[in-house]
């Protein structure tokens, strides 16, 4: 069965934003270490232990210490330029990369290192089983919204005429739109303060 799947993982993509510039972490956050890695490491071995390809990352602030946090993992990397203007931009600048094949894209966010297991096997199958009658897929814990966020590839051009600091969900009421429950906190982290990554780092031991 799996390897029936993989014709069809291989046509959806991952575009992970790590662009930001930690204001309020007062360092680059990314490049912080959980269990021995640099955080921004583990939402793309997610994203590729998944099977999702092209799996592109999104640099801004830092980005030459990212792209070499990323040693070793075969990525793509896009710098984003317009980084201080917004996670807009960045978005943008990830969905502009995507090669014609890509069927949906799997937006995630450098900062959250712990994902559910089997998040993004729920996403595709829902992903491949609805679109493009709802064409946007997003991970929820207890009805708040989360991350990731699938988006299929008829809302491409929509995502490319976002502005500001909100990234895709101002998408979000233009479409119809599908939670994915999970029973993980985990989809909701945002390790943006020194607090943000002590729980977290506490919270995971």
């Not at 799997?106 to 493009?132: R, T, V, Y």
């Not at 051009?157 to 479409?175: H, M, P």
């Not at 739109?177 to 506490?202: A, G, N, R, W």
Request: proline share 8%.
């Amino acid at each position: 069965m799996n390897n029936e799947k993989q014709p069809f993982r291989q046509q959806i993509a991952a575009v992970i934003l790590a662009a930001g510039g930690s204001s309020r972490m007062g360092q680059p956050k990314l490049l912080l270490p959980w269990q021995g890695e640099a955080l921004i490491r583990w939402p793309v071995k997610i994203a590729l232990a998944a099977g999702l390809s092209p799996v592109i990352v999104v640099t801004g602030a830092s980005a030459d210490e990212v792209e070499e946090a990323l040693n070793g993992l075969p990525v793509e990397i896009i710098h984003n330029p317009d980084w201080e203007k917004g996670q807009s931009t960045s978005l943008r600048c990830g969905i502009a990369a995507l090669p014609e094949t890509s069927e949906a894209a799997i937006l995630f966010l450098g900062d959250q290192p712990k994902l559910p297991g089997d998040l993004l096997e729920k996403m595709i199958a829902e992903f491949h089983a609805h679109a493009p009658s709802i064409p946007i897929f997003i991970a929820s814990f207890h009805g708040k919204r989360g991350n990731p966020v699938l988006f299929d590839r008829s809302v491409f051009q929509d995502l490319q005429r976002v502005e500001g600091d909100a990234g895709g969900r101002t998408i979000f009421n233009k479409y119809p739109v599908q939670y994915i429950p999970v029973e993980s906190e985990d989809v909701l982290t945002d390790i943006d303060s020194p607090e943000d990554y002590q729980k977290f780092i506490e919270s995971h031991q």
